[in-house]
């Protein structure tokens, strides 16, 4: 009998078992992760891909995590099958050239049926079918019986990274939900009797262009179990989101909806489990930082909120929801990760703004579905295309539009909608499916032949270095001439590359015969990347160069890094205590700085925060630097930024009884050498973070100077002292009202004046008229009031008039009387019609309606549909 344990012991227990081992147990990163290669963490090792590539040095030779990650490459199947998610934990062990096979397979098996308490009857086993040795692992040292060790082809259990690079087997354990069926035809594709629960894979070649595999010298062990997975087999329970770790959210939706979710039918069950597991994703994403958006990243999330509010939405839930149901998955969360509930109030404003903002979209996309199906008629079909559109572009549920079709004697293409879908999968797939460990080429490639770079530019602003490597274009090369834009690695430098938020160091490197000017520095895995550009002499490879930072610039960039410190020191003390930062700008000119903040900071507070920190400056604190192990750096209460990965040893940046934070910049030895601090904007750049920008030292002076400068310039053509200017402009902009108001009216008088001329050209159609018409040069209010005019004097009547009151801008009105209306004509739904002919759209009440366009050439054309439709109608 298995023993339940909830999610939150299961993961415990993991990390306990092989910190036992000897492994270094690591928290979880970001779900924002260093690696450019990829949008989000899409697998336990992805913190450690510089490890396993030889890039960086393992601090421990053996590590241990729980890490989130988010996968958006099978979405359709969340809540579809009983283990698909997008958001999951992944629990693993790692080893960096230290144990391999034999220990990796023996601690699997002894966690798997002695900690976890498996019934090793119930565990079957796989292994890549040329893996000899794997397969002799698991039957002579572990005792399986041949015939519950399956061997599989490549695709199924050889690793990859990607066309080259690290690869190796695999061999996965999986659990046995119906032992009762024997062992004589096991098959472990059939994912109603076994679920994979943990996977190791032994990363041992290395597979060059040509596809050849080559003995890694240092052999990796990289495996994940799924905390999803293994909870529900310990809680025995029949799919993954019955579990603890995401059944109470689902019961939330549930309740919200009236629904008893074990008296659900499918469809609803499915429609729950959805919301369950994005939710979680979402709740997460948020957590580290991510904001909703149309790209990216920030693509992922919206994407991933906007399917929780529509199948809300299809369950019946037609009231804001989702921080109600966030609020849950912060609490199943907050004991793992503690950040999550200090971000409660960014993620829930974030989500009731996505949620109003999608809602409005989705009633777009009813429009859209009413007029299709009016456009097609009773007893036709709804083109898959057109109903995947609805579904991708406007997020309308397929089963919304199915359901609204049959009321009106439609179907819908299914076949077309699917292959639609299986393209954006495709396209999905392509983009996620791999962790690219090839990225850096020439970099790579060198790294066998050159050692990191050594950083001295902390104590030495200059210093003799020799060129190790030498790249035009990213290709490496032996020599660079004048001219030449060119990438320099030495073996020690005194180049601040860009990191932490503040931008590399610029300076120059020069030998007897060459002078490089650097304009930037990168770090890439230990290498600082100078780029540059020769301006005399010729480069060569192991040159001896004296690399000289442009000392004026690296004091404008320790003033801005310093004074950001005393920023967020400033904002915790008079905003919130709880304010964290979201990310930084540290450059020679400027700094700026983002951090989580649900409301605007009010000016008061700004000019408050701006004293304080110039009190500081002027009181001369000492910027003390030093190294610290880690957990005594954060005990001693050094503010970390969430998400960042730091060594065991930190550097720290202390101005004592003002700030203490973890920063690896360059700083002021003490504040007084900032000299003043001006915050120039506050703004809002994202759902819960705000933005500060500001100068310090020099650039304050540069920024007053042209304040200065405007002010004179305004004085002088205002005739007026500088304190006066803004009564003057006070005065100015009343004048300039109400010269517009005048102008307006005249405007109004002169279309009234028109108006009259325009009742001959009234059609008769039976009992009605129908004034169809263009005023040039009219603006829409003005074209409103006289459409309201003529509409009155002209008894059932249809008014329906077009202007172009400047170039590009197409305004249309129309005004119907009660018995047009009363004949079934709407004035919203003729205008809306015929301004998508000059590009625009537009509706309003069935008697008086505005819309707008873009395209004048084509006012003519959709006057005359008006016209046409009206005859139509009033006929």
Known sequence: MLTPLSGAQIRQTFLDFFASKGHKIFPSASLVPEDPTV?????????????????????????????????????????????????????????????????????????????????????????????????????????????????????????????????????????????????????????????????????????????K???????????????????????????????????????????????????????????????????????????????????????VLRRLIRRVIRYGRLIGINQEFTPQVAETAIALAEDAYPHVRRMELTIKLALQREEIRFLKTLEFGERELATLIEKIGPGGQIPGENAFILYDTYGFPLELTQEIAAEKGLTVDLEGFQAEMEKQRQRSRNALETIDLTVQGSLN?????????????????????????????????????????????????????????????????????????????????????????????????????????????????????????????????????????????VAFDRLRFDFHCPRPVTADELQQIEDLINTWIAEAHTAQTYILPLAEAKARGAIAMFGEKYANEVRVLDVPGVSMELCGGTHVSNTAEIGLFKIISESGVAAGIRRI???????????????????????????????????????????????????????????????????????????????????????????????EQLQQKLPNSAVVLGSVPEPGKVSLVAAFSPEVVKKGLQAGKLVGTIAKICGGGGGGRPNLA????????????ALEEAKQQLKSGLS
């Open 213 to 299: 595999l080559t003995p890694l010298k240092s052999k990796n062990i990289d495996t994940g179990m799924g905390l999803e997975r293994m909870a529900q087999i310990l809680q025995q329970v029949p799919n993954n989101y019955e579990t603890d770790l995401i059944f109470p959210i689902v019961q939330t939706a549930a309740e919200i909806a009236g629904i008893d979710y074990a008296k659900a039918d499918e469809s609803t069950k499915v429609a729950l489990k959805v919301i369950g597991d994005h939710i979680r994703a979402v709740v997460h994403m948020l957590a580290d930082g991510i904001t909703a958006s149309n790209e990216g990243r920030g693509y």
């Open 445 to 585: 490639q060198l790294a066998d032949h050159i050692h990191e770079t050594e950083f001295l530019g902390y104590v030495q602003p200059s210093t003799e270095a020799e060129v190790q490597a030498l790249m035009v274009g990213g290709h490496s090369v032996t020599l660079a001439e004048a001219g030449t834009e060119v990438q320099v690695i030495l073996d020690q430098t005194p180049f601040y590359a860009e990191s932490g938020g503040q931008v590399g160091d610029r300076g120059y490197l020069s030998g007897e015969n060459v002078l490089v000017r650097i304009h930037d520095v990168q770090k890439e895995s230990g290498f600082y990347v100078h780029y540059g550009r020769i301006e005399r002499g010729t480069l060569h490879v192991a040159d001896v160069v004296n690399a000289q930072i442009d000392l004026a610039c690296r004091r404008r960039a320790q003033a801005n890094h310093t004074a950001t410190h005393l920023l967020q020191a400033a904002l915790k003390q008079i905003v919130d205590d709880q304010i964290s930062q979201a990310g930084s700008l």
């Open 693 to 787: 920008e500001a100068v310090a030292g020099p650039s304050v002076l540069e920024y007053l100077n042209v304040r200065d400068a405007v002010v004179k310039d305004l004085s002088d053509r205002f005739k007026v002292k500088p304190e006066e200017i803004p009564d003057r402009i006070t005065t100015l902009q009343n004048e300039l009202k109400a010269t517009q108001k005048q102008l307006e009216a005249a405007k109004a008088q002169l279309a009234l004046a028109k108006a009259d001329s325009l009742l001959a050209q009234a059609e008769a159609s039976g009992d009605f008229k129908i004034l169809v018409a263009e005023m040039a040069g009219v603006d829409p209010d003005s074209l409103k009031t006289v459409a």
């Open 39 to 211: 949008l989000l963490t899409i697998a336990g090792m992805l913190p450690f891909k510089p490890i396993f590539l030889g890039q960086r040095a393992a601090e421990f030779p053996r590590a241990t995590t729980a890490q989130k990650c988010v996968r958006t490459n099978d979405i359709e199947n969340v809540g579809r099958t009983a283990r698909h998610h997008t958001f999951f934990e992944m629990l693993g062990n790692f080893s960096f050239g230290d144990y391999f096979k034999s220990e990796a397979i023996a601690w699997a098996w002894e966690l798997s049926t002695q900690v976890y308490g498996l019934p090793p009857e119930r565990v079957v086993v796989s292994v890549f079918e040329e893996d000899d040795e794997a397969f002799a692992i698991w039957r002579d040292e572990i005792g399986i019986p041949e015939h519950r060790i399956q061997r599989m082809g490549a695709d199924d259990n050889f690793w990859v990274s990607g066309p080259t690079g690290p690869c190796g087997p695999c061999s996965e354990l999986y659990y046995d939900f119906k032992p009762e069926l024997g062992d004589d035809h096991i098959d472990l594709e059939d994912d109603s009797r076994f679920i994979e629960f943990y996977n190791l894979v032994f990363m041992q070649y290395n597979r060059d262009v040509d596809g």
């Open 850 to 861: 505005q819309a707008g366009g873009r395209d004048d050439s084509k006012l003519p054309a």
